[in-house]
């Protein structure tokens, strides 16, 4: 087998993407969207980037039920057998374990990175270079590899890494002193200006059985409720989701297994990326698309000189500075005396709220829910 061979590769597409409410819904979640007009959704771009330098068989994307027809309509090319449809979410532990579970049993010695459905990512031959000496790191090493990005801004919604020696200096490979989950402004002002921090992307590598074996030995209730992480003569179809799945718990990679294994590291990349996780996000990622080469080119977004985005949609701006506008085709809006809000209608809900209070969002999102239910 040619050590290419044995590169794996895991997509989650799970999520209902609750923070880019209302364009984001549970019917339709943000990765089956194309939100910035690219002519591709998120799950698409995903797919393809990978299947550049992954066996298309070697690629493997886990869903919800629900939105199993989605992803079939969307990834035709993509077999049933390489979809793991869960029947609850139960965060991304659950589809780490029964994916890696599933391609142990294909390729033992295989070496997986995991992937959100949801980023963008500019420069795909540096993303390509990165994942692949990532990889092959896995391969000689145990442990596993976050990857890691610099900082260009105090984000407070992204988590830190930070640096510690470096083990790798060809691939920038370091180990994790810390993991910090989005710091208040403060905090993410001293990370960015130290330089020991890196963004948490959210990819993760690492080879197979050093993953099963930290599921088995950090989290007793997989070790108890999933059998066939530790038989390796048991087998597991990734076409029925176990039996025992409901009664998993809703932990995340990141808590369960990163926070406590022993070898950890953080490769710091060189590829453009963004997390299209929430409106700000949206916002950042346009604004550095308007100056950066993208593999998948937003066609129907525009910056205007004072900051204001605009996605699939027309918007007249006067003393305005700093909204994201994002309407139904045919809809137009005229914004006078607003600064940093967002404005989006989706399915017949129109939110206008300040872009970086969440937690007003939130509010907002429960309310019309409320609403619906009382109707």
């Keep these: 087998m040619n050590t290419s061979d044995k590169n794996y590769c895991l997509i989650l597409a ?7 409410w209302p364009a984001s819904r549970e019917k339709c979640p943000k990765q089956f969207m194309d939100f910035e007009g690219s002519g591709f959704t998120l799950i698409q771009q995903t797919y393809h980037r990978f299947a550049r330098f992954i066996k298309p068989e070697n690629i493997f994307v886990s869903t919800q039920e629900g939105y199993l027809g989605l992803l079939m309509e969307q990834l035709p090319q993509l077999p049933r057998e390489q979809i793991l449809a869960e029947p609850v979410r139960r965060g991304t532990l659950a589809p780490v374990a029964w994916g890696a579970s599933v391609i142990s049993h294909l390729c033992p010695d295989a070496r997986i990175v995991v992937s959100p459905a949801d980023q963008q990512i500019h420069d795909l031959d540096a993303f390509e270079a990165d994942i692949l000496q990532g990889l092959d790191f896995a391969a000689t090493h145990e442990g596993v590899v976050t990857m890691g990005m610099n900082p260009t801004r105090p984000e407070t ?6 640096m510690d020696d470096i083990v790798d200096t060809t691939a920038q490979i370091y180990r994790i002193k810390t993991f910090t989950e989005k710091p208040d402004s403060e905090f993410a002002n001293i990370f960015m200006s130290s330089g ?4 948490n992307t959210g990819l993760f590598v690492f080879n197979v059985q050093y993953m099963v074996y930290n599921i088995i030995k950090h989290v007793p209730v997989y070790r108890d409720e999933f059998p066939e992480l530790s038989d390796p003569a048991a087998s597991l179809s990734p076409l029925q989701a176990p039996l025992f799945y409901t009664a998993l718990p809703n932990l995340s990679m990141e808590y369960a297994v990163l926070e406590h294994t022993g070898h950890r590291y953080v490769q710091r990349c060189r590829f453009g ?4 996780g929430s409106w700000p996000s949206i916002d950042a990622d346009a604004q550095a698309a308007s100056v950066t080469n993208s593999p998948y080119p937003p066609t129907d977004v525009r910056v205007d000189g004072r900051g204001n985005v605009t996605l699939h949609s027309e918007a007249l701006f006067d ?7 994002r309407l ?4 137009m809006a005229v914004i006078s005396g607003l600064d940093n809000f967002v404005i989006t209608e989706e399915a017949g809900v129109l939110m206008i709220c300040p872009k970086n209070d969440t937690a007003a969002m939130r509010r907002l999102q429960t309310l019309a829910h409320l609403d619906t239910l009382e109707e």
């Excluded at 003393?319 to 506008?325: D, F, H």
């Design 328 to 331: 139904p085709s045919g809809h």
């Design 273 to 276: 990326w963004a997390d299209l």
């Design 157 to 162: 919604a992204y988590g830190y890494v930070q």
């Design 196 to 199: 020991e921090f890196l963004w």
């Design 319 to 325: 003393n305005a500075t700093g909204n994201i506008v």
């Design 14 to 20: 799970g999520g209902v993407g609750s923070r880019l």
